[in-house]
């Protein structure tokens, strides 16, 4: 299983929300400190929020976000009008995989929590090439997984959100994931990978079980 299940999709909506201030808002300042202007792709955008942060920064940059998930894609354009910039993003249904995009098109590539969800490194590879094919010139690609999202979640206030259903689709799908664990890529593992690819200018770092990867094409 590599996405959230659509009937998941409200829930985890309500999740990312509370941790716009703790996780989002941080890392989109880090991202928009990098890129001043210029075009980025976010992978696995879910509902949008890091996207959204980010071009609420600078007026100078535009947003692509891709998710397998029709039902997040629809939460993140309806997130991006709310927040008054859906006229600098654009949200899609996509496999990260198999993007539908031309060659040297994004000044950045990013995605937070997806990384997990690959369960083989070939498919990560698979990602990373088109990470590489995608980037323009001396573009970077920024993978951090798993995402400290849950860290800046207020359990108890997501919990009390939730209606009767959410919560018992959450506890099925709690369940569910038992039976499918997630693979979490160790540094080592990452480093066979990324040399199956075409960027050969990288920094890893791995702290509190959250792996950071920073790529750059030549």
């Excluded at 941080?26 to 959204?52: M, N, R, V």
């Amino acid at each position: 299983m590599e996405k959230i299940p659509g009937f998941m999709a409200s829930a985890y909506n309500k999740a990312a929300r509370i941790a716009i201030s703790s996780y989002y808002s941080p890392l989109a300042s880090e991202i928009a400190s990098q890129l001043k202007s210029g075009i980025a792709l976010d992978l696995g955008t879910g509902p949008g929020y890091l996207a959204i942060e980010i071009v609420k920064k600078t007026p100078d940059i535009r947003v692509d976000g891709i998710d397998l998930t029709p039902e997040l894609i629809k939460f993140a354009r309806e997130n991006s009008i709310k927040a008054g910039v859906a006229d600098r993003l654009h949200f899609g249904v996509m496999n990260a995989a198999e993007l539908q995009f031309e060659d040297n098109s994004y000044d950045l590539v990013f995605s937070t929590g997806m990384l997990h969800v690959l369960r083989t490194p070939d498919r990560v590879t698979k990602v990373l090439k088109e990470c590489y094919r995608v980037l323009k010139p001396r573009g970077e690609a920024w993978i951090y997984d798993p995402a400290k999202v849950c860290s800046g979640i207020d359990t108890r206030a997501w919990k009390a959100s939730l209606t009767f259903r959410e919560k018992f689709l959450y506890k099925l799908f709690a369940f569910y994931a038992l039976f499918d664990p997630p693979h979490y890529y160790t540094q080592e593992e990452v480093t066979r990978i990324i040399a199956a690819t075409g960027f050969n200018a990288y920094y890893i770092k791995q702290k509190d079980k959250e792996i950071r990867i920073k790529l750059r094409k030549p």
